[in-house]
């Protein structure tokens, strides 16, 4: 899952992109410590969230070893995908830009932003913004993006006893039994604001 930066973490990765593009290498955890007057366990804490949040690489334990990663991909925010009540889609996509370590597998992807809260026990809140790997197809469990007879709609594909059916994360909202369905991508990441 990807969500963005903290300001904080926002502001040490910053300081580490403009310290690598000044000097041509990345910073010490000491540099870093030193600079925003922490320690270096402290600052280590943050680098390895952000290398787990996918905007640094680290050589294994060498001085200097982190490396940040800038590489993006553009993709289209198409519209509003209803985590609820089905919403319609943007007029005029707008592009995005994600890091590559977010979709590394190949294919096509888009996003759409989050309006409602039928899917907060997966971590998908009101707001977010998915990435969706287009795609026709679903096996049992994956997030989808589905167009039924009610419009589009995030949810979790369920099959049994022959019977497809739309499952919300929230347990206020009830399966959707859809007299029609249309597959339109599968979930692949999250952007939180």
């Given at each position: ?36 007057k ?14 787990v ?15 940040p ?20 889609p ?27 809260d ?13 990435i969706?790997?287009h ?9 989808i ?24 994360r929230?347990?206020?909202y009830q399966?959707?039994?859809?007299k029609k ?9 999250l952007?939180?604001?």
């Amino acid at each position: 899952m990807f969500v963005n930066p903290t300001p904080k973490q926002k502001q040490i990765l910053d300081f580490i992109g403009d310290f690598y593009k000044k000097e041509g290498y990345s910073p010490s955890l000491s540099e870093i410590a030193k600079y925003f007057k922490k320690s270096v366990p402290t600052i280590h804490r943050f680098i390895e969230t952000l290398r787990v949040k996918g905007f640094l690489d680290k050589e294994g334990n060498t001085w200097r070893g982190i490396i940040p990663n800038s590489a993006t991909r553009e993709v289209f925010l198409l519209g509003y995908i209803a985590a609820g009540q089905p919403i319609e889609p943007y007029e005029n996509p707008e592009p995005i830009h994600i890091p590559v370590s977010m979709i590394p597998q190949k294919g096509n992807f888009y996003a759409l932003k989050v309006q409602g809260d039928s899917m907060v026990e997966d971590g998908i809140l009101n707001e977010d913004t998915i990435i969706v790997k287009h795609q026709k197809t679903a096996v049992n469990g994956d997030r989808i993006v589905a167009v039924t007879e009610k419009g589009a709609t995030l949810k979790v594909y369920r099959e049994k006893n022959g019977k497809i059916f739309l499952e919300p994360r929230n347990k206020k909202y009830q399966y959707i039994y859809p007299k029609k369905l249309e597959i339109r991508g599968k979930f692949a990441g999250l952007i939180r604001q």
